[in-house]
Structures are given as C-alpha cells and as structure tokens.
C-alpha cells in the first residue's frame, strides 16, 4: 500500500526542516522557554481576560472573583487532567490503562514527568475533563449555577486549541496520515514519506473555526440567555472537529493496532460521547424558556 502511494508522491515535498522552526523561543543556559508550554500560558491568559470581560456584560452567571478562582482550579485541571488523560488513554497499548500507570510510576513519571509540559503528552478529553471538574468545584463553592459557568468558560477555550495545535506543528509532533496532496510535508522521525500536516487542520478547525463561532454567538446574539446553549455548542463543535480530523491524523504508535481492529482511533472513540452529549445539550438550551435579560450577576 505505502509503494503504491509513494509512487504519486510529488516529486518535491515540504519538508519541514526547511522551515527554520524550532520548539523554544528564547534559551537563557539550562532554561528555554518552550512554545508548548508558552501556548497553555497563552490559552490560560486569554480565557482569563476574556471571560472577565464577558462578566461585564448583562446576565453573567458569577462575580469576577469567581472567574479568578477558575483561573486558578482550570489551569491546574487542564495540566493535571491533560497529563494523567494521556497516560491512561494513549500509552497503554495491548495492556490498556492499568499498564499505563504501571509501566510510568516506575520511572518516576508521576512524580516528576507529569509537570513536564515542554515534553508534549497531552490528552484533549483529559484535559476537558479536569477543566470541568475545576467548574464544578467553583460552581458548588460559590453556589452558582454550573451549567452558565461553562457557557462562559467555553467562550475562550479554542484560543487555547488553536495554540496548542500550534505548538505541535512547531514541535514536529503529532503528524498525519501519509498522503499525496500537494501541501503535504515530510517531518523528521516520521519516515520519508510526506504526509498530512495535521496539527494545522486540528489548529483551524477546532481552534480557530470555533472560536469564531464561539466569540460571534455571544457577542452577536442572545445565546448566552439559554443556559447550556453555549457549552452545547462547543461540545458539539469540537467533538465533530476532532471526529473529523482524526481521519487526517496518525494514530499513537502504541495504538496503531487498536485503530486497525476497531476502525476508529482513540481519539474518535473518546469523542463520540462528546458529540452525543452537546447535541442533547443543545437540543435541550433551545427547548428551554430563555432567561430574561436584565438577570443579575451574583455579587
């Protein structure tokens, strides 16, 4: 199968060492600033000022010293659920997640590796769990309303899917299938065949694509009137994003015979609930009564 594609090869490729990138911005002796890791900062700053602008407007379901909790329990949900996401879901391989735990406690990997951005490893469906359950928290602590808390929230997330993707691409991490289009680029540790530059699908789709709907719902209509209406949209939005582009995408080395036997890859698999629940959320925000527009903001 590979002889016959390369045989339609074209006969120049990108080749992305001809690009001139490298994964850090600056390097200062032993420290260099990683853009992976410059990427959640990024992500993180951006959700913070956008969601504190956002509460200035009318019907904002919390107070800004709340979005300054979520500032700090959603960074920590994002690291920790990202990282504790990709050891159970992409390393385990024939063995499957117990083996995962097992094979990195052994060199230290929870301990240490786990607050190794700059190494990659980061699980999407980790992450969105560990970011939900740092809503929860804030949400029960100051008594608010949960599912308005992640309308909001949901608003900023793809600026940081955008970067992230970003920074994979950067990185030389994470690149697609082998193919044949024009546009297509061959990346060191990845053979010599050209293949799908993946990350840059996955950085216009899920990020930019859907931060511009996510941005033009709440600033251009009423969506933020329907509770659930835009945590629906996003969950929808990007599980069909992902869905999508994972047919584009290489799967995980260790995974490669799990996406060979089941037709679909880890990552599709993980999303279908995804898909599901934001179109049961959405269906459910536009059957609901809107909540009238002068409601306040808890103080």
């Given at each position: 199968m590979l002889s016959l594609l390369a045989a339609s090869i074209p006969a120049d490729p990108i080749y992305w060492t001809d690009l001139s990138l490298r994964p850090y911005l600056f390097r200062i002796g032993w420290f260099e600033l990683r853009f992976y890791s410059l990427a959640y900062l990024l992500g993180?700053?951006?959700a913070y000022w956008h969601t504190s602008k956002m509460l200035k407007?009318?019907?904002?379901?919390?107070?800004?010293?709340?979005?300054?909790?979520?500032f700090f329990y959603c960074t920590l949900g994002v690291i920790?659920?990202?990282r504790l996401g990709y050891a159970a879901f992409y390393t385990g391989g024939e063995t499957g997640i117990?083996?995962?735990?097992?094979?990195?406690?052994g060199d230290g990997w929870i301990s240490w590796k786990l607050l190794?951005?700059?190494?990659g490893g980061m699980s999407f469906h980790?992450?969105?769990?560990?970011?939900?359950?740092a809503m929860a928290y804030v949400a029960w602590q100051g008594k608010l309303n949960f599912i308005r808390v992640v309308d909001y929230v949901a608003v900023g997330v793809p600026m940081g899917m955008l970067l992230g993707r970003l920074a994979n691409f950067v990185n030389a991490e994470l690149w697609g299938r082998v193919t044949d289009v024009p546009w297509a680029m061959v990346f060191p540790g990845a053979g010599d065949l050209p293949r799908h530059p993946s990350q840059l699908y996955q950085a216009g789709l899920e990020g930019l694509a859907m931060l511009v709907i996510m941005l033009a719902l709440f600033w251009l209509t009423r969506a933020r009137y329907r509770p659930g209406l835009l945590a629906g949209v996003f969950t929808l939005g990007m599980g069909t994003a992902r869905f999508v582009n994972e047919f584009f995408r290489e799967p995980d080395q260790q995974l490669a015979d799990f996406a060979m036997r089941t037709g679909l890859s880890m990552g599709q698999w993980l999303t279908i609930p995804l898909i599901l629940t934001g179109l049961i959320v959405v269906l459910y925000a536009l059957r609901s009564k809107p909540l009238?527009?002068?409601?306040?903001?808890?103080?």
């Open positions: 993180v700053i951006f407007q009318p019907g904002a379901p919390m107070a800004q010293r709340h979005a300054d909790d979520l920790l659920g990202g117990p083996s995962a735990f097992t094979d990195f406690s190794r951005l700059w190494d980790g992450g969105l769990a560990g970011v939900t359950a009238a527009a002068g409601t306040a903001a808890p103080a």
